[in-house]
């Protein structure tokens, strides 16, 4: 990257961080100035690389999935060649996430807030169903993938309801994720 | 039930009704003059029944929480007398609901911004540990229960993600779970 490319990138960079901890505060509501002044920007400069609260809360979701999407790439073990590798990485992504973060209330209610405009909806959609396929030929039973997407973001959403999980529990809901995306055959009979 | 006390259980019920709106509207910072505008009272007339706006959140949770508990109660099949009936139940709720509404993202938004209270979270942890006590009790292996119960709630927050569920992937998860909830044995060996 030239100096003048990487730049731009670490600009981006800090103004969707912004732009997260803004509509964490500000809800679906939350202005462009608010972003600028919460990324410490002028809106001016905000809006040189957003023209718009759409654009910037489609960048926000892309960026948001594209950093889970390369967690999970990062997790596919290589010397594991049986099916199911990519789901079983999928597991490690979430687990990993949930033992690291102390803050899904806030990624629940960016989340929450990002999917009521239509083009992060849109967007989202358009990933879980890429998800699906991509699972999907990875020859593991269609069931299985279901209940492990689910209850991966069950488990994200847990300590909204129940308070952090301990490490035990997360260590215990991932081996059992792990060992459910570890058979091929159907879930029930 | 006396005349005077049916009136204060439905101005209860139409306040909280309100509270509801006015946090999903507002957010946390949702104010007891946003609260009592949205239900065309007084900001007085409000504060005769709730105090304060710490106390009008905790009475919200209450009341989702309690909602939710009669929905399972009510679904419990009497003619069910293995183990798991109430777990069925509970799945059986969660699906009710799921068809029912089309509002997924303001009930997650919902529940989020709760949750940023500590007597509502602490509250919420509270009915989890019931749950999960009252399910174990009924003879399904703790497995099951996890995983039935990470489900649910990833079923919950699914649309948030990928738009409303259609009616046969509701009725196909649906099915798996209660599937899932009708084994007594360990999930995995």
């Known amino acids: ?12 960079r800090a103004l969707l961080d912004a732009a997260a901890r803004a509509v964490v505060v500000h809800g679906a509501g939350v202005s462009l100035d608010a972003v600028a002044r919460e990324a410490g ?15 910037l809360m489609a960048a926000l979701a892309d960026d948001l999935f594209d950093q889970f999407a390369r967690a999970v790439e990062d997790r596919i073990d290589p010397a ?16 990993d996430d949930l033992e690291k973060t102390q803050d899904a209330v806030e990624q629940t209610t960016l989340m929450a807030t990002l999917s009521a405009f ?8 358009e990933r879980y169903r890429r998800w699906n396929r991509t699972l999907a030929e990875d020859g593991v039973d269609p069931q299985r993938i279901l209940v492990v997407l689910r209850a991966c973001d069950g488990a994200s959403i847990a300590p909204l309801f129940e308070g952090p999980l301990g490490p035990e529990e997360l260590a215990g809901t991932r081996s059992l994720l ?12």
């Open 1 to 12: 990257m030239t100096g003048q490319v990487r730049d731009a990138v670490r600009t981006r």
């Open 41 to 55: 920007v002028s809106k001016g400069g905000l809006m040189h690389h957003y023209r718009s609260k759409d654009e």
């Open 80 to 95: 594991d060649t049986a099916p199911g590798r990519r789901l079983r990485a999928y597991v490690r992504a979430t687990f």
């Open 118 to 125: 239509p083009e992060p909806a849109r967007r989202a959609q």
């Open 178 to 189: 792990l060992a459910l995306a570890t058979g091929t055959g159907p879930l029930v009979g």
